[in-house]
């Protein structure tokens, strides 16, 4: 049985990363994962956008996505977020960041993000 896309979402942000689950993320991330910011677009293939996912684990001695809000869109593949971040650096430096993200989910696995950037602090 296929995740929804909202599963998928919840999944990539509640496990993957609270948790560290690398297995997770080679089931969840698509065979390309297009990754949309202002200005780019930056095309993954699956072990780039996994080791990607394990490169910003090791930057950190803690990370947790809290997820304000979470919106599925009514097309069964687009799902919006928000988030806030607390995190601890491996140098023992805390801090959050907020941000916004909007995931395409096919067939159960992520296919494009994306991601306006992120700012430090809670949001208000």
């Not at 990363?17 to 200005?39: F, K, P």
């Not at 687009?78 to 988030?83: G, L, R, T």
């Not at 159960?108 to 602090?121: A, D, F, H, M, S």
Request: net charge negative.
């Amino acid at each position: 049985m296929t995740r929804s896309a909202r599963e998928v979402v919840e999944a990539y942000n509640l496990v993957v990363w609270n948790q560290r689950d690398v297995a997770l993320a080679e089931e969840l991330m698509g065979d390309t994962v297009i990754r949309h910011d202002v200005g780019s677009v930056h095309t993954l293939s699956h072990d780039e956008a996994v080791a990607r996912i394990v490169n910003h684990l090791q930057m950190f001695e803690s990370i947790r996505f809290d997820l304000r809000l979470v919106v599925a869109g009514d097309d069964g593949e687009h799902v919006a977020i928000v988030y806030e971040s607390p995190m601890t650096l491996e140098d023992g430096t805390e801090t959050t960041i907020g941000s916004m993200e909007v995931f395409r989910v096919v067939d159960g696995r992520i296919t494009e993000v994306w991601n306006c950037g992120y700012k430090q602090g809670v949001w208000a």
